[in-house]
């Protein structure tokens, strides 16, 4: 008896150990088998993250993980909370269940480069602990849910190259701790709302966005320190405060609508500038080219091709120490290049071609290509183009 006793006891400590090693929260079971079920079968295939799901062999908290949960979701350290759903990019197609929202404790929620549709849903907003949503290259449509807004600990939101329409959340600036947004490649229309103070990165590249880039949108970013608004349909005056930003470095506005820009040099607004790259590309930006760019100490690369520029190359351009690429193309400009843009030994690089300058050499790699046809600039000035 007592050999049989010294022998039953270590087992039966060791497989109570096992059994109470499943500590995970029922809701957030729950939740995971709802998130499961609505994944059509068919797209998991036998070797992904999903196929390993096996809730009636093991608890998704379990440890040590042998062969069911293998990958796909991260526990706390005490295994009882879900903290991360981060799958494989291999193809699950299905929809995003309004009962994610179990998941109170999840930390991380990434589903890119899979094929999940339909509306995202607005009970996201239980996820009050979530700092980072990644939903990009699905094919998610419909708005994006005003509730998206009460994420109060959330950082990085990325649902681009998707199918979103409609316009962006009104009340978008209550993200008090948001700091990269990236919403491009979708169908969004609208105006941009005011932004949160905390932002830092701002992507909404190729929406169908529209209206002036209004300086009431941005009075609170501070931090902000890349924009890229290009491929959509702003139209009107870009005012001199955008390029006045307090952290402002990367600018891409490229094919708007844009009909002009103010630029102010820097020292005016009483201070340096960080603004290193302007894209202004394909807008329809008309006068002279700004030469106050050429104030920015930090400014490296400026863009203006393809617009409706008149007049001479500032310049102030020629003379700025910090140029390296410059692209002026497409334009309307006049007179003779700036000689250190055609030298041979030129550092910096870009293009001044399709334009109505004189004597732009045809072997300097910045002249490419040639110069618009004579008519076509006379036209454009009413008579000869004037030096």
């Given at each position: 008896?007592?050999?049989?006793?010294?022998?039953?006891?270590?087992?039966?400590?060791?497989?109570?150990?096992?059994?109470?090693?499943?500590?995970?929260?029922?809701?957030?079971?729950?939740?995971?088998?709802?998130f499961?079920?609505?994944?059509?079968?068919?797209?998991?295939?036998?070797?992904s993250?999903l196929?390993?799901w096996?809730f009636?062999?093991?608890?998704?908290?379990?440890?040590p993980?042998?062969?069911?949960?293998?990958?796909?979701?991260?526990?706390?350290p005490?295994?009882?909370?879900?903290?991360?759903?981060?799958?494989?990019?291999?193809?699950?197609?299905?929809?995003?269940t309004?009962?994610?929202?179990g998941l109170?404790?999840?930390?991380?929620?990434?589903?890119a480069?899979?094929?999940?549709?339909?509306?995202?849903?607005?009970?996201?907003?239980?996820?009050?602990?979530?700092?980072?949503?990644?939903l990009?290259?699905?094919?998610?449509?419909?708005?994006?849910?005003?509730?998206?807004?009460?994420l109060?600990?959330v950082?990085?939101?990325?649902?681009?190259?998707?199918?979103?329409?409609?316009?962006?959340?009104r009340?978008?600036?209550s993200?008090s701790?948001?700091?990269?947004l990236?919403?491009?490649?979708?169908?969004?229309?609208?105006s941009?709302?005011?932004l949160?103070?905390?932002?830092i990165?701002l992507?909404?590249?190729?929406?169908?966005?529209s209206?002036?880039?209004?300086?009431?949108?941005?009075?609170?970013?501070?931090?902000?320190?890349?924009?890229?608004?290009?491929e959509?349909?702003?139209?009107?005056t870009?005012?001199?405060?955008?390029?006045?930003l307090?952290?402002?470095?990367?600018?891409?506005?490229?094919?708007?609508?844009?009909?002009?820009?103010?630029?102010?040099?820097?020292?005016?607004?009483?201070?340096?500038?960080?603004?290193?790259?302007?894209?202004?590309?394909?807008?329809?930006i008309?006068?002279?080219a700004?030469?106050?760019?050429?104030?920015?100490?930090?400014?490296?690369?400026?863009?203006?091709r393809?617009?409706?520029?008149?007049?001479?190359i500032?310049?102030?351009?020629?003379?700025?120490k910090?140029?390296?690429r410059?692209f002026l193309?497409?334009?309307?400009l006049?007179?003779?290049?700036?000689a250190?843009?055609?030298?041979?030994?030129s550092?910096?690089?870009?293009s001044l071609?399709?334009?109505?300058?004189?004597?732009?050499?045809g072997?300097?790699?910045?002249?490419?290509p040639?110069?618009?046809?004579?008519?076509?600039?006379?036209?454009?000035?009413?008579?000869k183009?004037?030096?």
């Open positions: 008896m007592t050999l049989s006793t010294s022998f039953l006891l270590p087992l039966l400590f060791t497989l109570f150990i096992f059994s109470t090693d499943a500590l995970t929260s029922p809701s957030d079971v729950s939740a995971l088998k709802a499961k079920a609505a994944v059509k079968p068919n797209s998991i295939p036998p070797w993250c196929a390993s096996d009636t062999a093991s608890d998704p908290c379990a440890t993980r042998r062969t069911h949960f293998t990958c796909g979701i991260t526990c706390s005490d295994s009882t909370r879900v903290t991360q759903l981060t799958l494989d990019p291999v193809g699950y197609t299905g929809r995003l309004p009962l994610i929202s109170t404790q999840l930390l991380t929620l990434d589903l480069d899979n094929n999940f549709y339909g509306l995202i849903p607005s009970s996201i907003s239980s996820l009050i602990t979530l700092q980072t949503l990644t990009r290259s699905n094919s998610f449509s419909g708005s994006l849910p005003e509730s998206i807004t009460r109060n600990s950082e990085s939101i990325d649902i681009s190259r998707n199918s979103l329409t409609g316009p962006l959340p009340s978008l600036n993200l701790n948001l700091r990269r990236d919403l491009s490649y979708n169908k969004l229309t609208g941009i709302p005011k949160p103070q905390s932002l990165d992507a909404l590249k190729a929406n169908s966005l209206g002036p880039i209004s300086k009431q949108s941005f009075t609170e970013s501070t931090q902000l320190e890349v924009v890229e608004l290009a959509n349909s702003f139209a009107g870009l005012g001199a405060w955008f390029f006045l307090q952290s402002i470095q990367q600018v891409d506005l490229a094919n708007n609508s844009l009909t002009g820009v103010e630029v102010l040099p820097p020292k005016i607004a009483g201070g340096e500038s960080d603004l290193v790259a302007v894209e202004l590309g394909f807008n329809r008309s006068g002279n700004p030469a106050s760019f050429a104030a920015y100490p930090r400014l490296t690369s400026l863009s203006l393809y617009n409706m520029l008149h007049g001479a500032p310049s102030e351009y020629e003379r700025s910090t140029l390296r410059l193309d497409g334009n309307f006049t007179g003779k290049p700036p250190r843009f055609v030298k041979p030994e550092e910096v690089m870009g071609g399709n334009n109505c300058l004189q004597g732009c050499p072997k300097a790699k910045m002249c490419a040639s110069q618009k046809p004579f008519s076509i600039c006379k036209r454009a000035y009413g008579g183009p004037k030096s």
